[in-house]
């Protein structure tokens, strides 16, 4: 999504005491380019905000409504590409808490008569709406208790004020980026809970003719036909379906945008609408090359949308292989060898099998709200800031044990181990043994002894402080730099940010609040939390392969509820320590394996279930990764032993496993599975 871009900017101070850039000058991308004779251009920015706004500038009215969304959690955009096609206006994103330069800009030079803000508070900040207050323009928020209310609120905005003919009902975020372009006017779209959906809507659209896009994976035969739809629209996958709709629009312009990254074309919707355009989706290895024909026969006029990260500049280039000579035969094998991922280790392979679902389950605030909900009620996490004591972070990677002890290395696993925690880790002392080394505290979802010579212990007020500074998180399995063992999941204060890395605040073990710095690269890490998707928490997990086995956390490295526990550090979500109660605690929905006797009755349920799903056993977890080349299910675990060739044998290392590995001389890993958590519900 990078690409190169120049600002020149001064502030002005707002009566609240903001700064807020005011644009003197500024250089953005458009390129232009041939490909195989074909002339493309592209929109993009430096970042989401900026291609949203390089978008907006392509929109030719002004003074008409700017919908405001949210350009890290937003999912409320997505109905409001509907609200800004209706309106003539334009969807611009913004951050929680601060509206960006470019944004700001855009809207000060398109002068709306209305600025919509989609989503709550938390989403998009009081600050913000009562700065755009103060700057003279009508406000108006639209928000619900989740997306789906969201959605209806915003159709019942275009009923009230624009008129509506039809509904689009989608279920899926990507079917509903294609839709923005056919959706215009009076025949927005709603999204629905297909899980959940609200059948009310019977009778609050009653009226209305109602269509579906997207297939019976998406919106279920049941679901069309209670909510008395007459049509459906909809391909094999999200890319058949954006080709499926765009054969109902008559014009010869199309946008090509990423359908694995939904960002780029948050804010393309009402774009294509004036322009008469469709919207193609395309993954990053180039568009399929059955849609080429179609597509070079119907459209004069393309633009692509996003970096050429997602959306490449060869999009068009031909990747058809030589003719094969007539005295040659083909060869099958040769043929797929570099269509069909062979490397079991790596995502492409898995994805290419499961088809791994990159939309966000969970919006970072959502994801705070879950947190903080479970940490009250759950009776295996602790929450801080109500325990007595001193507080403090931790400094360094260390062990928490369950007495002071020094660990014994000669028994290969320290039993007395109870888990990791890693640095900026919070903590409360409540204890300290006779001569204080050692310290008894309490972290979110453990308590035992660490070494007090590995704390920072600092004030409350500095301890609540260090929640709201902007951080980022590492990504990758492990790291040793700047004197620190840093984790997948650790969360660092950011000091300072290029296009290209993160210097991050690390913190000095002692009595008071000190720190120094490392940089990461931006292949290492997020700024916040990695996006929660099904996707990412596969991806996140095979980068634990081949890693040793360390009981709580020893050997430098995790055993298997650790495993579970740091993948999901990388979101921000915050789960048991132990298999045991992970299984039991309040996050996610519980899975019941215990009513299936057979492997074979298992293995069909399983096969039934989302991977990525935890399955649990008695005192061991696995995650489910789905199935392989054979349609064979398979997990990915942190073990210790399996029964391998008429013998117990040790492994003590991560592993992807078929289900039917044996565990004893009689019976599978699959057959001791009483229960799964789907951490995504």
């Known amino acids: 999504m990078t690409m190169e871009n120049t600002i020149i900017s001064s502030k002005l101070k707002t009566k609240y005491g903001k700064s807020v850039g005011v644009l003197l000058f500024s250089i953005f ?112 928020r639209i928000s619900g208790q989740d997306r789906y209310e969201t959605s209806t609120k915003i159709v019942d905005e275009i009923k009230l004020n624009y008129g509506l003919d039809e509904i689009c009902i989608v279920t899926n975020q990507m079917d509903a980026i294609s839709a923005c372009a056919y959706c215009g006017e009076k025949k927005p ?28 994976e998406s919106i279920s035969q049941d679901l069309y036909e209670r909510l008395g739809m007459n049509r459906r629209i909809a391909g094999e996958n999200r890319y058949e379906t954006a080709i499926e ?41 180039g568009i399929n090359r059955s849609y080429k024909p179609y597509i070079n026969e119907k459209y004069n006029d393309i633009s692509l949308v996003g970096g050429p990260n997602w959306v490449p500049n060869d999009l068009f ?27 079991r280790s790596s995502f492409e392979y898995w994805d290419y099998y499961n088809h791994y679902d990159s939309r966000v389950i969970y919006s970072q605030y959502q994801i705070r709200e879950i947190n903080k909900n479970n940490i009250s009620r759950s009776k295996y996490l602790n929450k801080l800031e109500d325990i007595k004591g001193q507080y403090g972070f931790i400094a360094n990677r260390t062990v928490m044990r369950g007495r002071p002890a020094r660990i014994d290395s000669s028994r290969g696993q320290d039993q007395g181990a109870l888990t990791g925690l890693f640095p900026w880790d919070e903590l409360v002392i409540v204890g300290q043994n006779s001569d204080k080394t050692w310290s008894k505290v309490y972290s979110v979802d453990y308590c035992g002894w660490v070494p007090t010579k590995n704390i920072m212990k600092v004030t409350k007020e500095e301890f609540l402080a260090n929640r709201s500074v902007d ?42 609040y000190r720190t120094t710095s490392i940089s990461l690269d931006r292949s290492e890490a997020v700024k916040s939390y990695l996006d929660f998707s099904q996707a990412n928490i596969i991806r996140q997990a095979l980068k634990f392969e081949g890693e040793s086995y360390g009981w709580g956390h020893s050997n430098n ?26 299984s039991q605690d309040l996050v996610g929905r519980k899975i019941d394996f215990a009513s ?25 977890v696995m995650m489910y990764l789905g199935k392989d080349s054979k349609s064979r299910p398979h997990m990915i ?5 399996a029964f391998v060739n008429g013998r117990n044998t040790a492994v003590f290392r991560n592993e992807i496993n078929d289900v039917a590995r044996k565990a004893t001389s009689s019976a599978a890993f699959i057959d001791f599975v009483t229960s799964g958590r789907d951490f995504t519900n």
């Open 317 to 343: 280039k031909s990747h058809d292989k030589p003719e094969i000579k007539p005295d040659k035969k083909p060869n099958k094998d040769s043929q797929e060898k570099n269509i069909i991922p062979k490397n």
């Open 189 to 216: 779209i709603l999204l629905v809970n297909k899980e959940k959906p609200n059948y009310n809507l019977l009778d609050k659209y009653s009226s209305l003719e109602k269509f579906a896009i997207g297939g019976r």
């Open 596 to 620: 299936y006797n057979s492997r074979r009755a298992k293995e069909d349920f399983l096969l039934r279930q989302k991977p990525g799903i935890s399955m649990y056993m008695k005192g061991h």
């Open 637 to 641: 675990h942190q073990y210790g032993y």
């Open 245 to 285: 709709i765009s054969k109902l629009i008559d014009g010869d312009r199309v946008y090509v945008a990423s359908g694995q990254n939904i960002i780029d074309a948050l804010a393309l919707g009402p774009l294509a609408y004036q322009d008469g355009a469709a919207i193609i989706l395309t993954n990053k290895s």
């Open 29 to 140: 991308i458009v390129t232009s380019f041939t490909v195989n004779g074909r002339a493309l251009d592209r929109i993009a920015g430096y970042n989401r905000f900026e291609t949203s706004v390089e978008i907006s500038k392509k929109i030719s009215s002004d003074k008409t409504p700017v919908i405001l969304a949210n350009g890290r959690s937003y999912i409320d955009a997505l109905s409001g590409g509907s609200l800004a096609a209706a309106s003539r206006g334009r969807i611009l994103l913004t951050e929680t808490d601060s509206l960006p330069l470019a944004t700001m800009n855009e809207i000060l030079r398109t002068k709306p008569d209305k600025v919509y803000i989609l989503g709550g508070k938390f989403s998009v900040s009081s600050g913000i709406e009562e700065e755009l207050k103060f700057k003279g323009y009508n406000v108006v």
């Open 557 to 582: 490295t995790r055993d298997c509820s650790g495993f579970i526990r740091d993948i999901y550090r990388s979101f921000g979500l915050v789960v048991s320590r132990d298999a045991s109660s992970q």
């Open 471 to 512: 951080f980022a998180t590492f990504i990758n399995r492990q790291k040793y730099t700047g004197g620190y063992t840093i984790d997948m999941g650790t969360r660092m204060p950011i000091v300072s940010e290029d296009s290209t890395s993160f210097k991050l605040a690390m913190p000095i073990a002692g009595n008071s």
